[in-house]
């Protein structure tokens, strides 16, 4: 059996910290409903944590020739700052974002096993804009890599 809600409510429960007075609000992919294709200006900022997107998901494979198995999660970690529209420019948040990418690191080495079952392998930050909905944002993409190993009982 896998753990990958474990291993999402780690990544959630993390804050990473930015220099605005905001919350960031948190959307955990593995066990809250829809999330709505337009969000509301006072949904933002949010994190929006998903295994869909344009990355592949998971891989599986088998260890050696016992039932042992492990998979690699895929996660992706939106964080939609600010509509581009508000009329911000990308030098105006860069500060943020910036700081956001370095809080980022810090706390996940905290978790870098979010289930006693699994570790972090890797996380590529890409600060920039993005697309939800109709609408352009200011924000940083994070891809998580977990490793999970399994056991047949």
């Not at 780690?10 to 930015?18: C, F, H, R, V, Y």
């Not at 509509?83 to 706390?107: F, N, R, W």
Request: glycine residues 8%.
């Amino acid at each position: 059996m896998t753990n990958i809600t474990t291993i999402f409510g780690a990544l959630a429960a993390m804050t990473p910290e930015w220099s605005s007075d905001v919350a960031i609000k948190v959307w955990n992919g593995s066990t809250a409903g829809v999330i709505k294709a337009t969000l509301p200006s006072a949904s933002v900022p949010i994190r929006i944590l998903t295994t869909t997107g344009d990355i592949e998901g998971r891989d599986f494979a088998f260890i050696a020739l016992g039932k042992l198995s492990k998979v690699t999660w895929v996660i992706e970690d939106l964080l939609l700052m600010k509509a581009v529209a508000e009329g911000d420019s990308i030098k105006g948040v860069s500060a943020h974002l910036v700081q956001y990418c370095d809080s980022y690191i810090t706390k996940l080495r905290d978790v870098r096993a979010p289930s006693a079952s699994s570790h972090v392998l890797r996380a590529n930050m890409k600060p920039g804009t993005y697309d939800w909905g109709d609408v352009r944002y200011f924000g940083v993409k994070v891809i998580v890599e977990v490793e999970e190993f399994q056991s047949a009982a």
